[in-house]
């Protein structure tokens, strides 16, 4: 069963997007070795769309999808794994608070992969609204929220459509929504319905919303 690997990374000052797209960089080794692997099917990365002041991204997105969970751990049982995770400090803040990395895995009922191929036929790379809930919030009563949400929040979006899971890990609830663009998410989230829900959930439980834009999509 296809699983999905959301790893966050969380980017030092001065990383630019040219520095990650640099064929010659540490990240693209990274993206590199990892796209080697036995046992991947799918990767695609992004980063966090700059604020309106137009400051670098702050992080990193990969989404990593894996014919099964144990072939990433094989992966992190080879010889070459040390030298993988050697090289990501050179972009990542080893100093933040929540640490430089962050990954959780998810059996997505629809794997992220299934909504690139639409985009990338329509020529179009999207956007992706990231939306995850703590293990500490009632999950239960979140999710109890989010069936009830209005048409294109959870159950579809905009042409592309989301997908949703609890990590393998914890009780982490994520969701993740495709966009044509930035304007098309605000133009529905202004709708009447979709701010009341908004506002029902997002103070209480927690919710940590990033809407990022895909830089690479392999495989």
Known sequence: MTITEIAI??????VTRSMLTDPEGEHAWCLAT????PGLQHLAWGVTL???????PQQLFWFVEWDDKSSHQKFMDSDIYADFVANIPAY??????DGPIIINHYNFPTPPSAFYASALAADITPKVEYISVAP????TEFQRHSCIAPPGILHRTMDFGTTFDFAVEDYIFTTLCF????????EYLGAENVRNWAEGVRAPYRTKHVVMTFLEILG
Do not use: F, I, K, Y
């Open 136 to 139: 500490e919030t009632h999950l």
């Open 179 to 186: 966009w044509h663009n930035s304007d098309q998410r605000q």
């Open 50 to 56: 700059p604020g309106l002041d137009g400051v670098d």
């Open 92 to 97: 990542t803040n080893t100093a933040h608070p």
């Open 9 to 14: 990374m969380n980017l030092r000052d001065g």
């Open 34 to 37: 990892l796209s080697a692997q």
